[in-house]
Structure formats: structure tokens, C-alpha cells
T-cell receptor, first 113, second 112 residues
Framework: ETGVTQSPTHLIKTRGQQVTLRCSSQ?????VSWYQQALGQGPQFIFQ???????GRGNFPPRFSGLQFPNYSSELNVNALELDDSALYLC????????????FGSGTRLTVV | RKEVEQDPGPFNVPEGATVAFNCTYS??????FFWYRQDCRKEPKLLMS?????NEDGRFTAQLNRASQYISLLIRDSKLSDSATYLC???WGSGNTGKLIFGQGTTLQVKP
């Protein structure tokens, strides 16, 4: 059984650019959530996908968008990058509502300069 | 008021000490409760779920008080390897929208 994998592990982008982060969910998990973790803070919920549909969103602007594919892998896209977007982006997968917990990937550390 | 509040610490304790972390949450409709552990620059990992009846896993004991909207984690006989940030987490949502709401995290440093 494979865990959650994310790519790339590190990324440096320039303000105004666009970025795509990728996540492969744990085998058997059909729900993927994305989180942003700024330094010294807890992760903040961005959005969640269940069976290829977005079914929950946090307080993030529309320039944060995503996709979930039939194999339950997922992408997070961020347009018009801002300096404050610099953070660790975490993907988590679960089965359904995650009542039994979520499995996190090791994250993508994004730096916007 | 933050949705999930924790004392950020840091808690500096000697090996063998007992340490307790507290957490409060604002949404009475919260459905599931967890403690996650996060090592420096790593992803959060599930430490344990928290149940109303209280539950124990080795040196770790978690308690939930739904009436007070309060969660706790007790670590007995602290080890150096327990040094990490402990995140209090609740979920709430209907259907399949159980998003995780994290506290800021409490940092524990266990010293020899």
C-alpha cells in the first residue's frame, strides 16, 4: 500500500507566475484535501475533492483552484502568485469524511520571490 | 475567536516528565477529533483519535469534553523523541465534507 506522494518537493517561483502542485492519494482513498501551512502556523484548509468534485472550500481566493482525476490523484493550481503564498502545501487523502483520520503527503515547499 | 485554539508553548520539560496539552474548539457541531504530531519541516502524522470516553495509547492519553468543547493530550514519561509540535484537529461538515481544522500547534521540547 503506497502512501500519499506529492511533487515537486521544493519550488521557487516569481511573483505573478502560476504554479501547479501534484498529489497522488493513498491507495483506496477517494477524498483529497489541500492545506497551506505558513511558518509557525497550523495548516489551513484550502479545498477538498471527493470523486472529482470540489465539495468544500476554505477562505482562499479563486486564484487557488484544483482538480481531482478518476484515479483520485489531484492538482492544486495557484495563479498570479503573491509573496504571501510562500508556504508548505500539504495534500491529505482519506476515505470519505476522514472520520478515521487523514494521511498527509510530505508537502511541497513553495517560495515566491 | 479562532476555530481551534492551543497554547503554542514552547513546553520545555525534562525526560520522564508528564506533560499535558489543552485545546478548545468553537464549533459545537464538530464531529471528529484528533491529535497530530508534526516534526520540524515534515508533514503532520496522526497520533491518535480522540473519543468522548477518553482513550489511551501507551504513554499517550486523550480526552474529549464535548460540553466544554475541550480536548486534551497527556504524555507520560516523556522521551527525547517526543519533541515535536502537537496539533489539535477537529473536523466538521456534512456528507463528505469533513475538512480538518487545525490549531496553531503546541511545541514540546524534551531535554535530557
Amino acid at each position: 500500500e503506497t502512501g500519499v506522494t506529492q511533487s515537486p518537493t521544493h519550488l521557487i517561483k516569481t511573483r505573478g507566475q502560476q504554479v501547479t502542485l501534484r498529489c497522488s492519494s493513498q491507495s483506496g482513498h477517494n477524498t483529497v484535501s489541500w492545506y497551506q501551512q505558513a511558518l509557525g502556523q497550523g495548516p489551513q484548509f484550502i479545498f477538498q475533492y471527493y470523486r472529482e468534485e470540489e465539495n468544500g472550500r476554505g477562505n482562499f481566493p479563486p486564484r487557488f483552484s484544483g482538480l481531482q482525476f478518476p484515479n483520485y490523484s489531484s492538482e492544486l493550481n495557484v495563479n498570479a502568485l503573491e509573496l504571501d503564498d510562500s508556504a508548505l502545501y500539504l495534500c491529505a487523502s482519506s476515505l470519505g469524511t476522514g472520520s478515521y483520520g487523514y494521511t498527509f503527503g510530505s508537502g511541497t515547499r513553495l517560495t515566491v520571490v | 475567536r479562532k476555530e481551534v485554539e492551543q497554547d503554542p508553548g514552547p513546553f520545555n520539560v525534562p525526560e520522564g516528565a508528564t506533560v499535558a496539552f489543552n485545546c478548545t474548539y468553537s464549533n459545537s457541531a464538530s464531529q471528529s477529533f484528533f491529535w497530530y504530531r508534526q516534526d520540524c519541516r515534515k508533514e503532520p502524522k496522526l497520533l491518535m483519535s480522540v473519543y468522548s470516553s477518553g482513550n489511551e495509547d501507551g504513554r499517550f492519553t486523550a480526552q474529549l469534553n464535548r460540553a466544554s468543547q475541550y480536548i486534551s493530550l497527556l504524555i507520560r514519561d516523556s522521551k527525547l523523541s517526543d519533541s515535536a509540535t502537537y496539533l489539535c484537529v477537529v473536523t466538521w461538515g456534512s456528507g463528505n465534507t469533513g475538512k480538518l481544522i487545525f490549531g496553531q500547534g503546541t511545541t514540546l521540547q524534551v531535554k535530557p
